[in-house]
């Protein structure tokens, strides 16, 4: 983390767009608004099947779930629909709310790059990145040396990042130019620096358990101490260590 940027005060954009002004700051973020509707509709429509699903349930001779069908069915309706409603709305808000906390906000400038999630920000001057990268679903950015500086889960569309990143004058590249430097990774494979390779096995145990994914950044960025690059896919990780100048 190289400080604490707070997008609220820069312009933005609704719906994701970037700016048009190249010497503003371009915020390209998801609609809050959008995404909460979105669950809260997705909830709206559970709820108002889950007692069609009940009574369906409990006219078959063995159902999973039949004791819940079972209480379910015996609701008179409208409150049965209208119970159902209500709490698939409710959680979908739930949900919602998680997807708008987890996801990413981008802010660029000439002079600098922020990157947004849950509570916490990245920045990062512009003489410290080298390449902006789409790599899969994720979007990274590159030192000038190669060496990765920040990696990122995206949902954002994908044009108007790169439209931000190089109307203000960053390199742009659709897939990672360092890919087939990378090696898989397992227990004791040579060629990592000292603690490498323990630090990657906490890795791999704490990708295993969804809690733990804040575990996974951090030992990340330890790697990135060491030198050590990691990209994951699947429940694979791969590593590569860039020359140093």
């Given at each position: 983390?190289?400080?604490?940027g707070?997008?609220?005060?820069?312009?933005?954009?609704s719906?994701?767009?970037p700016e048009r002004?190249?010497d503003a700051?371009?915020?390209?973020a998801e609609s809050?608004?959008?995404?909460?509707?979105f669950?809260?509709?997705?909830g709206?429509?559970v709820g108002w099947?889950?007692p069609?699903?009940?009574?369906w349930?409990?006219?078959?001779?063995?159902?999973?779930?039949?004791?819940?069908a079972?209480l379910?069915?015996?609701v008179?309706?409208?409150w049965?629909t209208?119970g159902?409603v209500?709490v698939?709305?409710?959680?979908g808000?739930?949900?919602?709310?998680?997807?708008?906390?987890?996801?990413?906000a981008?802010?660029v400038?000439r002079?600098?790059v922020v990157?947004?999630?849950?509570?916490?920000?990245?920045?990062?001057?512009?003489?410290?990145?080298?390449l902006?990268?789409?790599d899969?679903k994720q979007?990274v950015?590159?030192?000038?040396d190669?060496?990765?500086?920040a990696?990122?889960?995206?949902?954002?569309?994908?044009r108007k990042l790169a439209d931000?990143f190089?109307e203000?004058g960053?390199?742009?590249?659709?897939e990672?130019?360092?890919?087939?430097?990378?090696?898989?990774w397992?227990?004791g494979?040579?060629?990592?620096?000292?603690?490498?390779?323990?630090?990657?096995?906490?890795r791999?145990?704490?990708r295993?358990?969804d809690?733990?994914?804040?575990?996974a950044?951090?030992?990340?960025?330890?790697?990135?101490?060491l030198g050590v690059?990691?990209?994951?896919?699947k429940?694979r990780?791969?590593?590569r260590m860039?020359?140093?100048?």
């Open positions: 983390m190289r400080g604490t707070d997008l609220s005060k820069r312009g933005t954009a719906g994701g767009a002004d190249a700051v371009a915020v390209v809050a608004w959008v995404l909460v509707l669950w809260v509709g997705c709206v429509v099947l889950a069609l699903l009940a009574d349930l409990v006219t078959l001779p063995w159902a999973p779930l039949e004791g819940p079972e379910l069915s015996s008179p309706e409208p049965r209208i159902g209500g698939g709305a409710l959680l808000l739930v949900v919602g709310l998680i997807v708008v906390h987890e996801s990413l981008v802010g400038s002079g600098r990157l947004t999630v849950r509570d916490s920000s990245q920045e990062f001057g512009c003489d410290e990145v080298g902006v990268v789409r899969g979007l950015l590159l030192g000038p190669g060496m990765e500086i990696r990122e889960d995206c949902a954002l569309p994908w931000a190089a203000r960053y390199r742009w590249a659709d990672d130019p360092h890919r087939e430097e990378f090696r898989r397992v227990p494979v040579p060629g990592l620096p000292e603690g490498a390779d323990a630090l990657l096995r906490a791999a145990a704490a295993e358990k809690e733990s994914a804040e575990d950044r951090e030992l990340r960025r330890e790697l990135l101490r690059v990691v990209r994951d896919e429940k990780q791969y590593w860039p020359q140093r100048p």
